[in-house]
């Protein structure tokens, strides 16, 4: 899993770039411009990729750096 | 008036946060910089959250939308969700770990370990305070133009060459004074504290701020159909290569030291982990209200449907001022007037305990040392330097005023251009302490020479051969400590072997 997730990051950063939506003015649900529903669906996507990343790819610290307490 | 009595009384609920917050101060100064490194996720996260959100993401982001349409939302706010995670993850992460192992405060103490140069910290002291400056003057800038928006006609004797309105000057001085307040009383950990309680009061008073706005534009649908064809779609409002290039600026947050100092009070790695996931949708959750305002803002009228909400010539920075102060009932208006001045004072407290943090850890101690000075007396020298600063950047707030968004957009490229800095010290064992002051030099000479072209962020629309001027300071950045760094003799094995385990 931690193999993709830098693929998975690139694929978001490339469907960022909506320039298909560039010209697109109708409104979803008659309120959100196109654009603007694109990108708050992209943000969902942003987030669920995070949650991957926090499950399966969570980098490992030292022991000793994950000790809770307070710092000498 | 109402709005004005509201705010106060907001006002006077933090300042008894505050003091409380100050009761469990332990009057050192590691209580005082970093929390004794004692913050759990979900105050790590309203903290690291509170501080991103700030009058740019409130008052910049309504007054954009309002010039340039809907696509300010992706051009910085969507690519924040994915990047300010990226940064947190590697950036934060090993940050926390190396400072935590080591007992790093502040950036630059990491820096000059790391690049095993003490003089490092001297060249990058002044750069990184001067970047704050813009930052603070963003806040105290849109929080005295929100105030003065909402309270046109409150004051007419007490006020009169602002129509009565609270002035921005007043505004600023009051905001600066409780935040001092605050964080005097109990450091990181009182701004920590406000932060979480600011960022649930901006949240809800941004969704009420929201739904009265639109109810009184005839409900949501009605309220877009009034908004301005031409601000909902990026044709002719941003083109590919801006909106490509925006992308650089969340980078930012990898090198805000107050951010860092927010990283480095985690109780653990495990306390970030909310802060990855849940930070993309709190940004969705309080830019998408501001961006739908400021797209309503362009065609609203008022309930007589021939006088436009927003009157021809007003600046970007009142839009959000002016429809809450139009389109809510005073007792909302002032509700949600101090949930945006919760906005703007959750950056400035970690912004305020971060210079003074830097001040006297990297320049104070670092070359007087540690044994002249007592726990109190480098607590009180932080104070004094936060207040030099405040007054440094209150003093600005009189001059000239500037687009929020457009000074916020500057202040966040310098830092955003010295990311590869960071990167590279974190990640590639040949960057070297040459490599390093080429790095900042070519970001500092590129920023500041780019925004004397810009006449100091006047000309909002300012691009570099149709690129955001970031593109410029980051690769600037990056070229110089590459090159730099493999003519120049490679750190020492003793250096490598602290900062990059096997």
Redesign the interface.
Known sequence: MKKLVLPI?IL??IL????W?????S?V????????A???L???L??L???M??KYA??Q??E????????? | MTQTVIVIFYLCLLLGLGYLSGRLFRGNSSDFFVASRSIGPVVLFMSIFGTTMTAFAMVGSTGESFRVGVATYGKIASASALIHSACFFLVGLPLWSLGKRNGFHTQIEFFRERFESSKLGYLLFPMLVGLIIPYLLVGLMGAGTVMQGVSRGAFPELFPETGGAVPPWLTSLVISGVVLYYIFAGGVRSAAWANTFQTIVFMIMGFIAFMTISSKLGGMQAASAMGDPAKAVRAGNITELQFLSYCLIPLSVGMFPHLFQNCLTAKSSKSFRLTFIAHPIAIMLTWIPCILIGFWATGALMPDGVTPVIPEGASPNAVLGIMVGKLTTPIIGGLVTAGIMAAIMSSLDSQFVAVGTMFTKDIVVHSLGKERFSEKQLVLLARGFICLIVLVTYLFTLAEPRQVFSLGIWCFSGFAGLFPLVFAAIYWKRATKAGAYAAVAAAALSWFLLFQASGYGANSSFTVGGAMPVVVVFSSCAIAMIVVSLATQAPSQATLAKFFRK
């Open positions: 990051m978001l950063f960022h770039q909506d320039f939506l560039r010209e697109n003015g409104l649900f008659g309120i959100l411009p196109a654009t603007l694109y990108h708050m992209f943000t969902v942003a987030a990729a995070w949650v990343v926090v969570w980098p610290f030292p000793e750096d994950d000790e809770e307490g307070s710092e000498s």
